[in-house]
Every structure is written in structure tokens, then in C-alpha cells.
């Protein structure tokens, strides 16, 4: 097949998952630059990106591009380097015409991947892969102590942001990405057959101008949002506090309304066969069951506690009072587990 056999058909690879990836680069600088305007928006975005179907189904095509792309251009300098042979190794002050980001894209490559992992450990691992492992909210990873749902990307520019190595890190891969795309944009239009004289000039300009404005973008973002992450603000706002406050009230009310339900169901149960109250209670309330939802219930009360400091949560209230009911239940059900 010549889109591996020939190196022409792995440079067209190269330059149409190339392709695939900048407009995705230029759509994620596009939807952090909502965080910077309206975080509420960036959160429902974020939201609507978890773990739905389509958002999985285009994840998991993202990854094969960024595989691809990757095998690829290790397999083009492997072949470059043995047409090269002996070649490679004379020392040259500098070759007219050839770019210093050309001569080392496979460098500024390796630095975005490890850039790339860096970001998807602070922020895909957490956001969308947690919601995929687990909905409970007591399995979530913590910002300032508490549990953070995953589709609150604020609190995830909270926790990554305060750190104030993040920036660095963020602006080293940013430049490391701004080489890789100017040469690469570029390319591969150069790959596509638009390389005559008349051409070529427009498209680099293109390229230097596309890439610089993402680029200058994402690190604006990265300032921005370091400075509003030290300050608090995905914690203190109140607008962003009244998104959190929804989301915890909803999941209080479920909580108490399967607690209620279960407890209904297991009465009925013991009346029908008979069974006495307090074996009712030593059985509903010895398992598992109840105790995981203490856990949860008492991590929904810390998250809205320290995320909505500023909003009276009813249904959060509802629920720690539910959950210390049924703590004194649980000591209650064990204490006649001792007397018998």
C-alpha cells in the first residue's frame, strides 16, 4: 500500500493526521479561551466533553492520530537518517535554506509529547477518565481538601495553575509547540502539492501567522490563569459557586432519595416476613451499603462546604443530617449485633 510502502504516502500521512491535530490545538485554544471570559460556559463545555459516547468516540480518535502521527515520523527519520547515511554525521555550521525547526522536529516533537503527558495527568486523567472509572465522588481527586467533579474544569485549573511550576512547564511546551507547528503547518501544505514559487512564501506566512496567534493564546491563558488561581478565584466566584452549589444539591437529593427508597423497601420486606424491628435495623444498617454512603454523603458536605462557602445548600444540610442518622444507626444496628 503506498501509504506505507513509499515515502510519499507516509509524508501524506504525516501531513493529514498533522492537519486533523492543528485544527484540534486551534479548537482547544479556542475553548480554554471561554475559561478566560465565562468560566460557567467553559464548565458546561467541559461538562458536555465528559464521558458521553461522542466524547469518547472522539477521544479515542484524537489518540490514534497522535499515535499515528508519532509512529510516522519516527519511521521518516529512521528512513532519512539511513538515506543520509555517513552523511549525517558531517558538521555543518549551517545548511542555506533549511530551517533550524526542520532540522530538529523530531526534538520539538518529543518535547510536546512530554508536555502533552503532563497535561493529561493534570487534567484528562482526572476529568474525563475518573468520570469513566467511577461516579462516586468520594473517588475524585481533591481541590483545597475536597472532592472535585469532573466536569468542573475550573477546579482543575485551580489545582493544576496554583502550582507554580505549571506555567513553566506550560510556556516550554507552548514554544516547544509554536517550532513544531510553524515548520509542520507549513509542510504539510507543502505536502499537499501547493509548493511553487508563488505559494510557498503565502503559506509559511499563513503558518507563522496561524501558529503565533494559538500559541500567543494558550500562554496568555496559562498567565491568566495562574494569576486567578493564586487568587482563588475558581473558588471564591460567585456565579461559579451557585454551578457547584447545582450540581451537589442534585446529587444530595439523589443520595437522600435512595436512602429513603432502600429503607421503605427493606421495612416492607421485614413486615412481610415477619420480622421484628429491631432485626430490620441490624440488617439494613450492618451493610456495606451504609456505611459507603456516610463516606459519600460526607464527602459531598466537604466539597460544598469549601466550594460554595458563600451559598445555604438545603439538600446538602438534608443530607449531612441523614448521614449522621444513619452513623448513630450503623453504631445502634452493631451494638445489638454485640448483645445477641
Known amino acids: 500500500m503506498w501509504l506505507t510502502c ?21 479548537f482547544h485554544a ?13 464548565n458546561s463545555i467541559c461538562g458536555f466533553l465528559g464521558a458521553n459516547w461522542y466524547a469518547l468516540v472522539a477521544s479515542m480518535g484524537l489518540a490514534a492520530l497522535f499515535i499515528i502521527h508519532i509512529i510516522y515520523a ?13 552523511d549525517r554525521y558531517r558538521v555543518t555550521a549551517h545548511t542555506p535554506g533549511v530551517e533550524w525547526s526542520s532540522k530538529n522536529m523530531l526534538v520539538l516533537g518529543i518535547v510536546v509529547v512530554a508536555f502533552l503527558i503532563v497535561h493529561l495527568i493534570q487534567f484528562w486523567a ?29 477546579l482543575y485549573l485551580q489545582l493544576a495553575f496554583q502550582n507554580i511550576w505549571t506555567p513553566v512547564v506550560y510556556i516550554i511546551g507552548f514554544i516547544a509547540l509554536w517550532f513544531h507547528m510553524n515548520h509542520g503547518v507549513w509542510s504539510m501544505l507543502q505536502t499537499y502539492g501547493w509548493n511553487n514559487n508563488t505559494w510557498m512564501p503565502r503559506l509559511k506566512c499563513i503558518s507563522l501567522w496561524w501558529t503565533s496567534i494559538v ?18 478565584y475558581y473558588t471564591t466566584n460567585v456565579e461559579l459557586q451557585q454551578q457547584y452549589g447545582e450540581f451537589w444539591s442534585e446529587r444530595a437529593t439523589e443520595m437522600n432519595e435512595t436512602l429513603t427508597s432502600d429503607f421503605t423497601h427493606a421495612v416492607k420486606q421485614a413486615q412481610a416476613q415477619g ?4 432485626e430490620v435495623m441490624r440488617q439494613f444498617f450492618t451493610d456495606p451499603k451504609c456505611e459507603q454512603f456516610v463516606a459519600s454523603a460526607n464527602a ?18 438534608q443530607l449531612a443530617s441523614a448521614a449522621r442518622d444513619v452513623e448513630q444507626s450503623i453504631e445502634y444496628a452493631k451494638s445489638i449485633n454485640q448483645n445477641n
Open 30 to 42: 479556542v475553548m480554554n479561551a471561554v475559561a478566560l471570559f465565562w468560566p460557567t460556559a467553559y
Open 6 to 26: 513509499s515515502s510519499i504516502g507516509r509524508k501524506f500521512v504525516m501531513a493529514l493526521t498533522g492537519t486533523c491535530l492543528v485544527l484540534f490545538v486551534t
Open 126 to 154: 482526572k476529568m474525563q477518565l475518573a468520570e469513566i472509572v467511577s461516579h462516586n465522588s468520594a473517588d475524585w481527586a481533591t481541590v483545597n481538601g475536597a472532592p472535585a467533579a469532573p466536569e468542573f474544569g475550573t
Open 215 to 232: 500559541v500567543a493564546l494558550f500562554i496568555a491563558q496559562a498567565v491568566v490563569f495562574t494569576v486567578m488561581a493564586r487568587n482563588n
Open 300 to 317: 459531598i458536605v466537604e466539597a460544598a462546604a469549601k466550594q460554595c462557602p458563600d451559598l445555604t445548600l438545603t439538600a446538602v444540610e
Open 275 to 278: 420480622i421484628d424491628q429491631n
Open 74 to 86: 519516527l519511521w521518516l527519520t529512521v528512513q532519512n537518517r539511513r538515506a543520509r547515511g555517513n
